[in-house]
């Protein structure tokens, strides 16, 4: 069968040798085991790390290839998309160029097997739509990543960003939301990141998806695509919360109304979740997703398994919604049209 992977990481290595130039916090630092530690101050008890498997796409795909499927893939930033807006903003600005054209390299490189979504820091508005333009119009990316938070402000909704949502809503290209570990750490420390990877991911998105909600943002962008990433985190399982108390924003539809024009993937171990998810927001609204190499894409079809869709929704989900949600055409098909 072919599958589409909608939530995958590949990072290009160039990016974070850029950034081991810098002195100053944000930094890079080598782990010395090939990969690479992102540290955003002197004290900071959780530290995004990374592993060779992270950074050889070509490895990577050859890991898909045993899994005994056609499995294309989705490239999106995850955790470290928070990064682009916690740099000064020319700094940046330069190294979301350099991702996002290392996403379009990756592109051409596998035709029809791999697509990505850009980098965007969000800092300076002119240069978030600068970059976006960049992205989408000059190197055919086919999304741009949304972090959870700008740098440690969590306020994704700030009136100044209106115009990039107008942007991506004009342009009908997907935004990946995904969490960026900059916020909520400090609340829940300790026990080796044990309680912030389990719970503090699951609250940023959620939040951030809210806020997108209660501001008014999905209201005055009827046509603005959101992929949520880890199964809507909260949401689904608290949306008639987000009714009762939702009240106070004054939306002209109920909270849970927006909530539901989300779309998400399948990323949780736990089949019961997956089934949950895709209950709530529809077969049509949910793609498959292995959040590799976070994660094993083989312990991922074998929870998704575990749901028992019918054959039909199993096709939506693990292909045919991607292709339709996210655009992704045959390139061959594309460039006879």
């Known amino acids: 069968m072919r599958i589409v992977d909608s939530h995958f990481h590949w990072w290009p290595r160039s990016v974070f040798e850029l950034l081991l130039k810098r002195t100053d916090y944000p930094r890079i630092e080598r782990d010395g085991k090939d990969g690479y ?3 955003r101050g002197d004290n900071a008890d959780y530290v995004l790390n990374t592993w060779p498997e992270w950074f050889d796409l070509d490895k990577q795909l050859e890991h898909m290839d045993g899994l005994g499927h056609e499995v294309d893939v989705v490239c999106s930033i995850g955790p470290f998309s928070v990064v682009f807006s916690e740099l000064p903003a020319g700094e940046g600005r330069d190294a979301a160029y350099l991702w996002n054209e290392e996403m379009a390299g990756a592109q051409k490189a596998h035709p029809g097997r791999v697509w990505a979504s850009g980098a965007v820091p969000l800092q300076d508005i002119d240069i978030a739509l600068e970059v976006v333009d960049h992205a989408i119009n000059d190197l055919g990316l086919m999304g741009i990543n949304l972090p959870g ?6 306020n994704i909704d700030a009136e100044r960003l209106e115009p990039f949502y107008d942007k991506i809503e004009k342009l009908g290209v997907p935004l990946f939301l995904h969490p960026t570990d900059a916020i909520f750490s400090d609340m829940l420390n300790g026990y080796g990141g044990a309680l912030f990877l389990s719970l503090g991911r699951v609250m940023e998105v959620s939040v951030a998806a809210m806020r997108l909600v209660f501001s008014g943002v999905m209201e005055r962008h ?10 809507g985190g909260a949401l689904p399982y608290q949306s008639g919360r987000m009714d009762k108390n939702g009240k ?3 939306l002209p539809k109920p909270p849970s109304e927006y909530i539901k024009r989300f779309y998400s993937d399948t990323v949780s171990p736990h089949t019961e979740g997956m089934k949950f ?18 994660w094993s894409p083989a312990d991922a079809l074998k929870f998704f398994d575990g749901i028992g869709l019918s054959a039909e929704d199993n096709e939506k989900i693990l292909n045919g919604n991607a292709r339709r949600i996210l655009g992704l055409k045959d390139p061959l098909k594309a460039a006879a049209e």
């Open 222 to 231: 009827p046509d603005l695509k959101v992929v949520m990433s880890h199964t």
């Open 149 to 154: 938070s700008i740098g440690t402000d969590p």
């Open 277 to 294: 998810a895709v209950e709530y927001f529809g077969a049509d609204q949910v793609m498959y997703g292995s959040d590799y190499p976070c």
């Open 37 to 39: 530690n992102y540290l």
């Open 248 to 250: 106070q924003a004054k």
